[in-house]
T-cell receptor, first 112, second 112 residues
Framework: DTAVSQTPKYLVTQMGNDKSIKCEQN?????MYWYKQDSKKFLKIMFS???????INETVPNRFSPKSPDKAHLNLHINSLELGDSAVYFC???????????FGQGTRLTVV | DQQVKQNSPSLSVQEGRISILNCDYT??????FLWYKKYPAEGPTFLIS?????DKNEDGRFTVFLNKSAKHLSLHIVPSQPGDSAVYFC???????????FGTGTRLQVTL
């Protein structure tokens, strides 16, 4: 009964491919997020959705497109993958405030 | 422009002693602060938080101190245990923004 689960855990793909990472939370939270942890270990927010509506988009290239079919799911689609997209991507959820966000285990994306 | 800074990338402490992890911030709009703990290959897990109206919050072995005038907070772990060995992230939020701004983390090693 994992609270925030994301799949896959590891993803290796070639440059130029399109890939998706799925995220689901069973906590009943209203807000979901995608964070990116790069090679320097900076953990930065990419997107935030509240009840399926985009509320934060932190200057992420438009090759990245989040999709929220319902408030329990927030998937991340990445088109035309580049080497610089290699990172660990974390999904998270919280109640409407940003406090005490619960994180998934992360998806390590490697673009070769 | 890094608004939350953890200037010590690593810290080694003997078991039973106190661990003190520090965090500085530059954005005076931050009014809520959190500490997260992260084990390898896992997502960050919430540890403890503090609102800007307080200067101390305690939860078992963990205490967070906030010095608003210095824009500084610290996490004290006492006594330190080997299971505390992890990367600790400081994070900050404003009351109206639905996102966390993270520091770069401090790797704590508790030795026997």
């Amino acid at each position: 009964d994992t609270a925030v689960s994301q799949t896959p855990k590891y993803l290796v793909t070639q440059m130029g491919n399109d890939k998706s990472i799925k995220c689901e939370q069973n906590l009943g939270h209203d807000t979901m997020y995608w964070y990116k942890q790069d090679s320097k270990k900076f953990l930065k927010i990419m997107f935030s959705y509240n009840n399926k509506e985009l509320i934060i988009n932190e200057t992420v290239p438009n090759r990245f497109s989040p999709k929220s079919p319902d408030k329990a799911h927030l998937n991340l689609h990445i088109n035309s993958l580049e080497l610089g997209d290699s990172a660990v991507y974390f999904c998270a959820s919280s109640q409407i405030s940003p406090t005490e966000a619960f994180f998934g285990q992360g998806t390590r994306l490697t673009v070769v | 422009d890094q608004q939350v800074k953890q200037n010590s990338p690593s810290l080694s402490v003997q078991e039973g002693r106190i661990s003190i992890l520090n965090c500085d911030y530059t954005n005076s709009m931050f009014d809520y602060f959190l500490w997260y703990k992260k084990y390898p290959a896992e997502g960050p897990t919430f540890l403890i938080s503090i609102s800007s109206i307080k200067d101390k919050n305690e939860d078992g072995r963990f205490t967070v101190f906030l010095n608003k005038s210095a824009k500084h907070l610290s996490l004290h772990i006492v006594p330190s245990q080997p299971g505390d060995s992890a990367v600790y992230f400081c994070a900050a939020a404003t009351g109206t923004a639905s996102k966390l701004t993270f520091g770069t983390g401090t790797r704590l090693q508790v030795t026997l």
